[in-house]
């Protein structure tokens, strides 16, 4: 607002169980990543859990579930269409994560996030940025914001319309203009007396 934008608050009235069966039905079931997945598969003995449960989900996937994925898509583009940018909107902001308590070696398989003492969805609770994994065709700049009181990095995501590029870039290099820089004066993390074990 101090740069002359105008915030509103949207709710775009999305499910999320529906936002993630279109995540891991199109994104993991999708072409691209078939093939990725046989490529995987054959390091499987080396991967974490998280990715082998990954592995595991994209390959009871087919050409129904991707049929099935494309559909839920279409209806999240058009909601997403109507609260945002046929209102007239140049861009929606989001954080990039629900919540700033997730534990930095997080493993979906062994873990399970909270946000504000509720347990969430394992694969996709904490994490914001993958209904625009869905919505691939929709321009993500990720801005960083600071850091959070227990010093876990912040950041928002800048979401402009379809193909439009050069509006999310604008608005993150007007944000990133007037913000403070994250690695100057105190804002540094000073390591130098710091052990490592």
């Given amino acids: 607002e101090a740069l002359g934008a105008i915030v509103e608050p949207v709710a775009i009235g999305w499910n999320g169980p529906k936002v993630k069966e279109a995540w891991v039905k199109g994104v993991l079931g999708g072409s691209a990543g078939g093939g990725l997945i046989k ?21 009871r996937l087919g050409p129904l579930q991707q049929a099935e994925a494309d559909l839920l898509t279409g209806k999240l583009n058009t909601q997403f269409q109507q609260a945002v940018f046929l209102k007239g909107f140049d861009a929606f902001v989001a954080p990039t994560w629900a919540s700033m308590n997730v534990r930095a070696d997080y493993d979906k398989t ?17 994490i914001m940025t993958y209904p625009f994994n869905v919505l691939n065709r929709y321009p993500v700049v990720n801005a960083p914001t600071g850091r959070a009181r227990n010093n876990i990095p912040t950041g928002m995501q800048i979401i402009a319309n379809t193909y439009d590029d050069l509006t999310s870039f604008r608005i993150a290099a007007a944000y990133a203009g007037a913000a403070q820089p994250m690695f100057a004066g105190e804002a540094m993390p000073d390591y130098r007396n710091q052990k490592v074990d």
Wanted: no cysteine; charged share 30%; aromatic share 2%.
């Fill in 110 to 126: 062994a873990h399970t996030p909270m946000i504000e003492g509720k347990e969430v969805d394992t694969l996709v609770g904490p």
């Fill in 39 to 59: 490529l995987a598969k054959r390091g499987r003995d080396q991967m974490t859990t998280y990715a082998r449960s990954i592995v595991e989900t994209a390959e």
